[in-house]
């Protein structure tokens, strides 16, 4: 039995995702509609592969517009699959559970640093996470260890997390780079005082439908993205196959309203800043689309 928290928590992105199916449908926007992506939480994994097949995973990803994807999977095995399939499409997250059981205790956990040092002999891993990782959890002795880990490798730790959490991995080592999941399910404003605070902190919008319902921008969104334009990334989560079958609808709302910031701000957030945390190439995004495969 997973803790009631993360429960909670899934139950949250559950709730969050089941909003979309209510949504009005998006509204599309020529530049929103042609600007690549970089899909910064994708999750593939073992529960996923019958309904999404490897290759039917590829044609999401294309259907969507998606240039390239942060993917983190349990297990990380299913990850490298994606990745050695798709070299050029994914950027390999590295999740701190080996099962679906370390998820409640995987932060008091000795044995994990050892297991993701391993994983990480692969040289191909650009992160670690997406993880979930609430309040004082994070002051721990195995936390300080993959934060330590993190940095020395310059390594991106995604965190599915509240605020206290996020201050604690930062008290560990200021020179931590945290991408903060689903805009830490929290408002413009606090937001804006968290990365006002910690200028290694980035930020993703996967399970944000209230940020641009319908493709038009809620209120303090656009002022945020301004503001901190060279700090925010895009993203899906594929926690559950429906969001697979949906990633193109989905992203076609984030589009919409990425098509209503000046056109800069758009393209940091669409794939430049992504491209930049993670230390990919840009000629991925400005060069011509991948091509189609055959039917």
Avoid: C
Avoid at 86 to 96: F, K, S
Avoid at 242 to 266: D, F, K, N, Y
């Amino acid at each position: 039995m997973l803790p009631r928290r993360i429960l909670l928590s899934l139950a949250a992105s559950a709730a969050a995702a089941g909003a979309l199916l209510l949504a009005p449908t998006p509204r599309t926007h020529a530049v929103g509609a042609e600007i690549p992506l970089f899909d910064a939480h994708v999750h593939w994994s073992e529960n996923a592969h019958d309904e999404v097949p490897l290759e039917r995973a590829l044609d999401y990803l294309d259907k969507a517009g998606v240039r390239m994807a942060a993917v983190s999977s349990t297990s990380d095995e299913e990850t490298i699959k994606l990745y050695r399939a798709a070299p050029n499409r994914v950027v390999p997250m590295l999740r701190p559970y080996r099962t679906r059981s370390d998820m409640g205790s995987w932060h008091n956990d000795a044995s994990i640093p050892p297991y993701l040092a391993e994983r990480l002999r692969l040289g191909v891993h650009k992160g670690i996470g997406e993880f979930h990782l609430y309040g004082e959890d994070a002051g721990s002795a195995v936390m300080k260890e993959i934060v330590r880990m993190a940095v020395e490798r310059n390594l991106v730790l995604h965190a599915h997390s509240d605020a206290r959490a996020v201050e604690l991995l930062f008290r560990h080592d200021a020179k931590a780079r945290v991408l903060w999941a689903h805009a830490g399910f929290t408002s413009p404003d606090k937001l804006d005082a968290m990365m006002a605070r910690y200028p290694n902190l980035w930020v993703e919008t996967a399970i944000r439908h209230d940020i641009g319902p319908g493709g038009v921008l809620a209120e303090g969104w656009k002022e945020l993205f301004v503001k901190y334009q060279d700090r925010w990334l895009v993203g899906t989560d594929t926690y559950v196959t429906s969001r697979w079958h949906r990633m193109p609808e989905i992203l076609a709302e984030t589009r919409a309203w990425l098509g209503t910031l000046p056109q800069p701000v758009a393209e940091k957030m669409a794939w430049r800043n992504a491209a930049k945390l993670f230390g990919v190439s840009e000629a991925t995004f400005t060069g011509a689309a991948p091509a189609k495969k055959a039917e």
